[in-house]
């Protein structure tokens, strides 16, 4: 079993940044795709980013340029960096972890296995 934690979530002002983190424990060995999702208030869960063992990474364009990916393997955790954060940024972010999933298919969320409970982030002045 495979359990993944967010944290980093908080209140920043327009412009401002944030870092998640998404730890995963339990049997992580084969896990080779995290993807982060987005669900903000009274909206379907949206993708965010995406990355695979060797650093391979995805971004949908609302973000691109502002948030980055990149992962501790010693530490078994994937960071989200989010930059010029936006009052549409605003959303509970979620990670979810699989053991592959292929670019072309990662943005609709369906073939992850395993998800964190997630981490608000609220942008507002």
């Known amino acids: 079993q495979v359990k993944l934690v967010e944290s980093g979530g908080g209140l920043v002002q327009p412009g401002g940044s944030l870092r998640l983190s998404c730890a995963a424990s339990?049997?992580?060995?084969?896990?080779?795709?995290t993807g982060w999702y987005r669900q903000a208030p009274g909206k379907e869960r949206e993708p965010v980013a995406y990355?695979?063992?060797?650093?391979?990474?995805n971004y949908v364009d609302s973000v691109k340029g502002r948030f980055t990916l990149s992962s501790d393997n010693a530490k078994n955790t994937v960071y989200l960096q989010m930059n010029s954060l936006k009052p549409e940024d605003t959303a509970v972010y979620y990670c979810?972890?699989?053991?592959?999933?292929?670019?072309?298919?990662?943005?609709?969320?369906?073939?992850?296995?395993?998800w964190g409970q997630g981490t608000r982030v609220t942008v507002s002045s």
């Open positions: 339990g049997s992580i060995l084969s896990m080779s795709s």
């Open positions: 990355i695979t063992t060797g650093t391979s990474t």
């Open positions: 979810a972890a699989e053991i592959s999933v292929a670019v072309a298919t990662w943005r609709e969320g369906d073939e992850y296995s395993y």
